[in-house]
């Protein structure tokens, strides 16, 4: 008999300490919330393809017409504000159209034909843009400057590093802000945070015709836990 009463004494504090601990450690609570921050701002690299082709019938004609062109063509970009070193001159693509076995070599209007291109690379944005859309000029010089996809000038921002630290804390600001938003709802306080993930930052162009400008994105996500 005794030993029935101790264990029915043993069960009851075990039932007891259960409901005791039940009414002390309770779920933990969170939230997940996304940040995002976003900004705009102006590009501070160019590159352009510039190209021009021409057609000769001998390699020595064909040499003294690219080495006179790609004159004319620095001392134009020079006139628009670039230095030497914002550009340099890559070697020319001759094609010799007398060894293509396809083509009518009776409807030949040029043995051989070069694409010179000079490659544009520099931070002075205004200066290309300049020189891009006065490139009709070079027509007078008998140079007709490429316009194909290739040959367009595209625009970079290179400072992102710059950035960052910025665009992270007002994300994880952001994030914060709807998480009390959340909290404020469901009777909750917002805690500390339990787990963060800074997504990648896109840069994109801030809209057709505007290439020069780039929008800088990031979205944080952030998980606080709720008191």
């Known amino acids: 008999m005794d030993s029935l009463k101790i264990g029915i004494s043993i069960v009851m504090a075990a039932v007891i ?14 939230v ?8 705009e701002v102006d590009a501070d690299l160019a590159v352009w393809n510039m190209s021009f082709s021409m057609g000769e019938n001998s390699l020595e004609s064909m040499q003294k017409s690219i080495l006179e062109k790609t004159e004319v063509i620095k ?3 020079i006139k628009h504000g670039l230095e030497e070193s914002d550009f340099t001159v890559k070697p020319a693509a001759i094609t010799d159209n007398s060894l293509n076995s396809y083509m009518d070599q009776t409807k030949i209007t040029y043995k051989f034909v ?22 009709l000029e070079l027509v007078s010089a008998g140079i007709a400057v490429n316009q194909d996809y290739d040959s367009k000038v595209s625009y970079e921002f290179t400072k992102l590093n710059d950035i960052k630290p910025e665009m992270i804390a007002e994300a994880t600001k952001n994030a914060r802000t709807a998480a009390e938003q959340f909290a404020h709802d469901s009777n909750s306080k917002v805690g500390k945070i339990k787990k963060a993930t800074q997504g990648l930052f896109t840069i994109e162009d801030a809209a057709v015709g505007l290439e020069d400008k780039k929008n800088v994105r990031v979205v944080n996500t952030v998980e606080y836990l709720l008191k």
């Open 75 to 77: 001392k134009y970009l």
């Open 17 to 30: 300490l259960a409901v005791g601990l039940a009414n002390i450690i309770t779920p933990e609570r969170s």
């Open 32 to 39: 997940s919330v996304r940040g995002l921050a976003e900004r």
């Open 114 to 135: 070069a694409r010179q291109t000079i490659l544009v690379r520099s931070g002075k944005i205004e200066a290309v843009k300049s020189a891009y859309a006065d490139s």
